[in-house]
């Protein structure tokens, strides 16, 4: 999420005919850039609040995308097993675990010249068999004793009308404004790409939501312990 005020840069970019001043809302999403970062670790089993979820969805909306918040273990459970199956597909994939393993680094200084990629230390703790929801393999470190994952996740399906790139972009929109409205909220959240990333696996959560669209990103949604973000980039070597 790189943009939290992506309307009102739109409304109020230099030079532009329909400047404005940032609404309330800009504002508040801007300011949730600097918190804003993946947390992989357990949540608190504290439930999000009616509310939240709808701010959430509206966010997506906002951008001409979806946001389906799943209800109830019936639900979560068949996208778990899902999310399982796909997976165990990656896992299986050689040219793919490679590929992930040259985005791992075990710190910033061992990172060198390729400072892109996760550290170790922002990966999930290592899997266990109770475990509903697959995470990636950046760690082999054991999670705090009593730490479980939650036993009933919110999870959040994002998607747009269609598959092209430039849906692909209203989905990124998408995503930034829902990331960011989480994070003023005070949640923290996780990515999970698995089903979206094996097409069968999508096709069935496609079919499994009833929607005409393609989801294109999932997102767990909690309370977490304080964290830190991944090291970036400086904005001025990329723009």
């Given at each position: 999420?790189a943009?939290a ?33 993946s ?11 009616a ?16 946001l ?16 399982r ?7 299986r ?23 892109d ?9 290592r ?11 950046f ?9 479980d994952y ?18 692909q ?8 404004r ?23 696996a ?7 939501l ?30």
């Open positions: 999420a943009s005020g992506m309307a009102g840069a739109r409304a109020a970019g230099p030079g532009s005919a329909g400047a404005r001043p940032a609404t309330y809302a800009e504002v508040e999403l801007h300011a949730a850039i600097g918190r804003r970062y947390n992989r670790g357990p949540f608190w089993p504290d439930p999000v609040p509310d939240v979820r709808a701010r959430l969805i509206a966010a997506a909306r906002e951008e001409s995308a979806w389906d918040l799943l209800v109830g273990m019936t639900a979560i459970g068949a996208f778990a097993e899902i999310a199956s796909a997976d165990k597909v990656l896992r994939d050689t040219a793919y675990q490679a590929e992930q393993a040259t985005w791992t680094h075990v710190d910033a200084a061992c990172a060198g010249a390729a400072r990629g996760i550290p170790v230390t922002a990966g999930a703790p899997a266990e068999p109770q475990d509903l929801l697959p995470q990636r393999f760690t082999d470190r054991q999670r705090v004793s009593g730490r939650e036993p009933e996740p919110l999870v959040g399906i994002l998607g747009v009308a269609g598959d092209r790139p430039a849906d972009i209203l989905a990124g929109a998408g995503l930034q829902v990331l960011l409205t989480a994070t003023a909220a005070g949640l923290d959240t996780s990515m999970i790409s698995q089903p979206i990333e094996v097409p069968a999508r096709e069935q959560l496609r079919r499994s009833g929607r005409y669209g393609w989801p294109q990103i999932v997102v767990r949604f909690g309370y977490g312990s304080p964290g830190h973000p991944a090291p970036r980039r400086d904005v001025t070597e990329v723009i």
